[in-house]
């Protein structure tokens, strides 16, 4: 089935209202008004679309800013819960591990240690032939 | 036996607008972004999908080609954007193209029906463009 370039600027309008909206607490409603379209359709357009359905897009947006925020160390993880639209601690850290592999607070001590290793020997992150080729060491 | 691929290098005219459209436009994560002793910045990035393959993205210096007539060579390629870099995979080739679009980025082609598939031309305003391709469903 084909779907129209109307189809298309809607569907694109509800992924682009997720992607500035998705650290609110944003209902399949609320986006499939921002498209326009009744909810039943846009979920089945949206998941034809994008291989995925809204809600797993939403929560993969929200995975992808706690890990930066995790990195960035500035918030603790229930302040960073908060931020990207989780309602509770519990959900937020069980959605993480089930995501991710390690819950949020060892996935951050894992990535400081990165940073610190990175930090200091930088050059043990990259193939010594990039190394030598582009003059990294000089 | 050789399995996959791990690295591979991408020049670029400028690394803070290739970081500006290829993460904040086309949503590529960033993997390591260091800076060498020697002020060089080794700026690597994974495709949304595929956290195993790093794309380094290089500039065109002195130190890597002290030669200044290959220098000016590749950088009058890139300053023309003709370099081919390769074949971007997207589930659905006209709504990332609308989306893209919509964000500032400039295609070569719009989405044409190939045998292979949905393919537009992207340029990533680097110097490169890329194949943009929805895979035919078998």
Redesign the interface.
Known sequence: MN?S?EI??K??AA??FIDENFHQPISLAAISKEACISQYHFHRLFS????KTPHQYLTQKRI?LARLLLKENKLTVTEICNHIGFESISSFSSLFKKEIGVAPQSYREHKNVEKKL??EQ??A???FC?IE?????? | MVTKLSHVSLFVLDQNKAYDFYVNKLGFRVHTDVTMDNGMRWLTLNPPEQPDLEIALLTVTSSVYPDADVRNALTLLLEKGVLGAGVMHTPDCRATYEELKAKGVVFKNEPKEQFYGIEAIITDGVGNWFSMTQPKEH
Do not use: E, G, S
């Open positions: 779907t370039n298309y600027k569907i694109v992924k682009l034809r679309t994008y291989r992808h990175a930090a930088p050059k992150f990259i193939p990039f080729t582009y003059k990294l060491d000089q």
